[in-house]
């Protein structure tokens, strides 16, 4: 958490109002944030303008000069962008990272209260390499039950861990992989080589539903969640299964089970998802 839904919301807050800004200045306040000493970071950002804002996985990508340059930024657990000074207001949000200031007096401030996030800046050639390391979108028009189903089969990890894997399917968290896992009706602990070509295509449609629905929706906000006007998502009330151990299964009543695999809940429905 933040997954792709709330990493999209944010870009598309965000879009509108930074793109075509040039970085004037940047203050460091956390400099465990950043993979680089907070000079050098500061010095690859300096006068920089903003072209583009995007979205790779669970991360937040600035084009900066048109390509030149790629300030990347993973969210970690809490992390979040908010523009100050536009149509939002100005007052800065507490545990603030990183500060970057640009004309008029308006500013970006990324914000992150676990601080498990980091910002850096890639180079064509490098951000080439973590791209490639990073699995297909599942919204993509080109990502195709097929190519999902091809993917689960070399692989015995069970579904939950698979969808996880950033490296295999990129954005999904253990929300969204719960929530399509139900839209299914697999068991989330099942190895990922079981599952069929007829329940790929099921979960292949599960995900573009419950991802879809969630970035209309604004993401889903547990706790610290927050979009770029400081808005919580509104997704978490939609939720049949995250979350919900215990409660009825909005299918069959049966209560919800909450099973920890790898150190981390997974939650199904015992009933529809055997």
Not at 96 to 120: A, P, T
Not at 164 to 185: C, P
Not at 228 to 249: H, I, K, N, S, T
Request: charged share 30%.
């Amino acid at each position: 958490m933040p997954e792709l839904p709330e990493a999209e919301t944010l870009v598309r807050g965000l879009r509108p109002r930074i793109v075509g800004e040039t970085i004037q200045r940047t203050r460091v306040l956390r400099e465990d944030l950043l993979r680089v000493p907070a000079r050098r970071f500061r010095s690859e950002v300096a006068h920089r303008t903003i072209t583009a804002v995007e979205r790779r996985a669970k991360n937040i990508v600035f084009e900066l000069d048109g390509g030149e340059r790629r300030l990347v930024t993973n969210l970690g657990m809490t992390g979040g962008y908010y523009p100050l000074g536009y149509d939002l207001g100005s007052t800065e949000p507490s545990h603030v990272g990183v500060r970057f200031h640009f004309g008029d007096g308006r500013k970006l401030v990324f914000r992150d209260v676990r601080r498990f996030g980091c910002l850096e800046v890639d180079d064509p050639d490098a951000w080439a390499e973590r791209d490639a390391r990073i699995g297909p979108e599942p919204l993509s028009d080109d990502y195709t039950p097929d190519d999902l189903h091809a993917a689960l089969q070399r692989s015995r990890t069970p579904l939950r861990n698979w969808l996880l894997d950033q490296r295999r399917i990129a954005g999904v968290g253990n929300i969204y992989a719960s929530e399509a896992a139900f839209l299914a009706g697999v068991d989330p602990l099942r190895p990922a080589n079981e599952v069929t070509r007829d329940e790929a295509a099921l979960l292949h449609g599960g995900l573009r539903a419950v991802l879809g629905e969630a970035i209309e929706r604004g993401g889903t906000t547990l706790r610290d969640y927050r979009d770029a006007g400081g808005e919580p998502g509104g997704f978490g009330r939609q939720l049949m299964v995250y979350g919900r151990e215990g409660e009825p299964c909005p299918n069959c009543d049966t209560p919800i089970e909450r099973t920890v695999l790898s150190n981390r809940s997974a939650f199904a429905c015992p009933e529809c998802q055997r």
